[in-house]
């Protein structure tokens, strides 16, 4: 154990770069799977968007697979919280307090610290993991598919049928077009509405447990 000040403040500042590190081990994760769902998500549009004799199953399935990425990201994203809420806990209470010559705002930090660090725990659940990936980057990335699947469906030239014109005549005949296998065009749709439903629930409208600490963050 450290015998002085100095050994301790030795031992703060490894510590402190140590966990640094990992954290940004685990960001450099997170933004690889944001990667993931934009180079798969955009190389299944343009084969979508490129052929009339691509189905637009295609895009459906891209939303899948994105929401795949957007589940492992929000898992990536709860081991990166915690070691992040343990930098900024050294931060907060330590060295902002340091070079502002004021007391710390938590004086037990350091008891907070070590039982983090004894008994580590996810501080924020999945849930509330992905709702914060989906208002950063992933909502932004299931509008795009959601706007090229309705110009999928808007439009007779991008699909195998005998028409020439631009767009579809009427509403009806954009939804039998969203047709699956033997589901009905209104079943996919309505699917679809759900799960978009879902998306926005998730990101915008649940309680946000945690307050961020101002406005650099994840």
């Known amino acids: 154990m450290p015998a002085t000040s100095s050994e301790y403040i030795t031992a703060l500042a490894h510590y402190h770069r140590a966990e640094i590190a990992r954290m940004a081990g685990w960001r450099d994760r997170i933004d690889r799977t944001t990667n993931w769902a934009i180079t ?8 979508s968007l490129s052929s009339s004799s691509s189905h637009h199953g295609v895009l ?8 795949l990425f957007l589940v492992i990201e929000a898992r990536r994203y709860r081991f990166f919280d915690v070691y992040r809420a343990r930098v900024r806990l050294v931060e907060r209470d330590y060295f902002s307090p340091l070079f502002l010559a004021a007391k710390p705002a938590d004086a037990d930090w350091a008891k907070t ?20 990936r989906l208002r950063r980057n ?9 706007l090229a699947w309705v110009l999928k469906l808007s439009t007779p030239r991008l699909q195998e049928v005998e028409n020439s014109r631009n767009v579809v005549a009427s509403l009806r005949e954009m939804i039998d077009n969203a047709a ?24 915008y409208l649940q309680p946000q447990p945690l307050k961020e600490d101002g406005d650099v963050h994840v």
């Open 40 to 47: 798969g998500g955009g190389a299944m549009l343009s084969v």
């Open 180 to 203: 699956l296998g033997f589901l009905p065009g209104w079943l996919v749709v309505a699917a679809v509405a759900v799960f978009y439903a879902w998306l926005i629930h998730t990101a």
């Open 113 to 132: 610290l070590g039982i983090s660090l004894s008994s580590p725990k996810f501080i924020i659940s999945l849930k509330s993991a992905m709702s914060r």
């Open 60 to 67: 459906l399935f891209t939303m899948l697979l994105v929401l």
């Open 138 to 146: 992933y909502f932004w990335i299931f509008l795009m598919i959601l």
